[in-house]
């Protein structure tokens, strides 16, 4: 078997095709390789090593047929193991959102963004640990245990995708679905070291999502490159009737031929200068301004802007959000959904389902989202809240008419040690900061490795563009990635010993 940290997507696929190894034993290649790290990071809180060899054996039995006949048609990913968030369904695997109030939970249908990898042969290995309910910065919030950072096991991966982007970076998976709220996406792959895209709001169906807030919601992907997670994209993007706001716009093809002299030159980035706050981590400004500085190099045209309104996206998320999560959450209720606190009363189920079985954040965002939708409130809180996320919306428009994309840090610091933050819960809403503006205004977000700072923990920069202009999103970053070799550090040496 080659040594699976070096390989892409693509080789992957082009490998299976081939024939240089089976299904089978990449399948059972990254199992091994969980086994030996699972205890370690936790970056998965259920895994289905019979099953994903059992539908490996049958990806065999399609290559073979496949290598007899070309010119059949072959699934784009038949064979490839994947990953998926705990957050969305597949049809007979545990789905617990990170919570004991769904520990037993198993749909019996299909989210949209897994089922089309899956009819395009993916291999699901398993499911991804979470903050509960997607509800935090660290996937410390899983009520299934901490997943540890693959660079130092000391840290935290992000959240709530931490999971997901442990399992990319210690290679326990090729690539990864992640959701991403309030940068659920983008901070996991800058503390990671991975790539990861937040799309469009509306590009990728949230059928098949378990719901956390429901305007701000997307599922993304993480992975070990731009172009990995492009193919990903292109293959989960698109309308779908089965979702209400899933907009029925063409998903491009992506090519990535041009070289990147071609993609930079005359590109207008905007570097908006509320990104760069006191207190920043030196060594993150430093990466940030050195990766804008090398496509700045290759002909790219660099402009300040101002972004005025973000300033206020951390409150205004933390009163929709939580609002959004107060509504969404009250079906679990004991009655309809996972386990029950048996009780003499209706009532009395309620409340102590919800009292033992919710975790203390979720429990903190249901009450302040309550708190805000009340009546006498609402107003105050709820609605001034929206308002000033229509502003926050409007700097994005303005700012697009005279830039094509914008280049801004994803976090103000690296990875920070487990339990750093856990007695504030201020400090840890606020490393959101940087990544809570594109979901208020809906807008595609893609981070990609910038760096390393002096203790080798990643760094990353985040790319922002026009609404369902992922396409050159790519471009740009592959275009960064095919000049620098950042994306291509790995935590190896960490992670094994």
């Known amino acids: 078997m080659p040594d699976l940290s070096q390989l892409t997507l693509k080789q992957i696929t082009g490998a299976l095709r081939k024939g240089d190894y089976s299904s089978r034993e990449l399948a059972q290649a990254y199992l091994d390789r969980i086994e030996l790290l699972e205890p370690q990071l936790n970056a998965f809180i259920s895994i ?14 399609q290559l073979a047929a496949w290598r007899k006949n070309a010119a059949t048609n072959l699934q784009p990913l038949l064979g490839v193991p994947i990953a998926i968030k705990d957050v969305l369904c597949v049809s007979g695997l545990r789905c617990t959102a990170g919570s004991r109030i769904l520990e037993n939970f198993k749909p019996v249908y299909d989210a949209t963004a897994a089922a089309r990898l899956i009819a395009a042969g993916a291999l699901v290995l398993g499911k991804t640990n979470t903050d509960e309910f997607a509800m935090g910065s660290s996937t410390e919030n899983s009520a299934y245990g901490v997943t540890r950072n693959p660079w130092d096991p000391n840290r935290v991966p992000g959240g709530s995708s931490g999971g997901s982007a442990a399992a990319v970076a210690a290679n326990m998976a090729p690539v990864a679905l992640g959701t991403d709220t309030g940068g659920s996406v983008r901070l996991p792959a800058s503390y990671c070291g991975v790539t990861g895209i937040k799309p469009t709001y509306g590009r990728v169906s949230r059928y098949g999502l378990i719901a956390f807030g429901s305007s701000l919601d997307v599922v993304g992907v993480l992975g070990q490159d731009v172009e990995d997670v492009s193919w990903i994209f292109n293959l989960i993007a698109g309308h779908d009737p089965l979702d209400s706001t899933s907009v029925d716009t063409p998903v491009p093809q992506f090519s990535f031929k041009q070289p990147p002299e071609t993609i930079l030159n005359s590109l207008r980035i905007g570097v908006p200068q509320e990104y760069f706050i006191s207190g920043m981590q030196l060594e993150v400004e430093a990466r940030v301004k050195e990766a804008i500085n090398i496509m700045q190099d290759h002909g790219a045209l660099i402009e300040t802007i101002s972004l005025p309104h973000t300033e206020y996206s951390v409150p205004v998320y933390y009163l929709i959000a939580p609002a959004e999560a107060s509504a969404n959450l009250a079906r679990y209720d004991g009655i309809r959904y996972g386990p029950r606190v048996d009780a003499d009363s209706i009532q009395a189920i309620n409340s102590q389902t919800r009292g033992e079985k919710f975790g203390p954040e979720v429990k903190r965002r249901i009450m302040l989202g309550t708190y805000a939708l009340s009546a006498g409130y609402y107003d105050a809180y709820y609605g001034q809240a929206q308002k000033v996320r229509t502003l926050i919306k409007n ?26 933050h856990s007695d504030d819960p201020l400090s840890m809403y ?14 595609p977000g893609l981070t990609i490795p910038a760096g390393l700072d002096q203790s080798r923990l990643p760094v990353g920069i985040q790319l922002m563009g026009a609404p369902f202009n992922e396409d050159l999103l790519f471009k740009v970053g592959n275009a960064f990635q095919a000049i620098t070799q950042h994306h291509l550090e790995k935590p190896i040496e960490k992670t094994t010993r």
Do not use: M
Request: zero cysteines.
């Open 48 to 61: 289905e090593p019979e099953n994903v060899l059992e539908q490996a054996d049958k990806a065999d039995h």
């Open 395 to 420: 700097d994005f428009e303005r700012a697009f008419e005279k830039v094509d994309i914008i280049a801004a840090p994803v976090a103000p610091s690296t990875a920070f040690k487990i339990g750093e």
């Open 430 to 443: 606020l490393e959101d900061i940087f990544t809570i503006p594109a979901n208020l205004a809906g807008i």
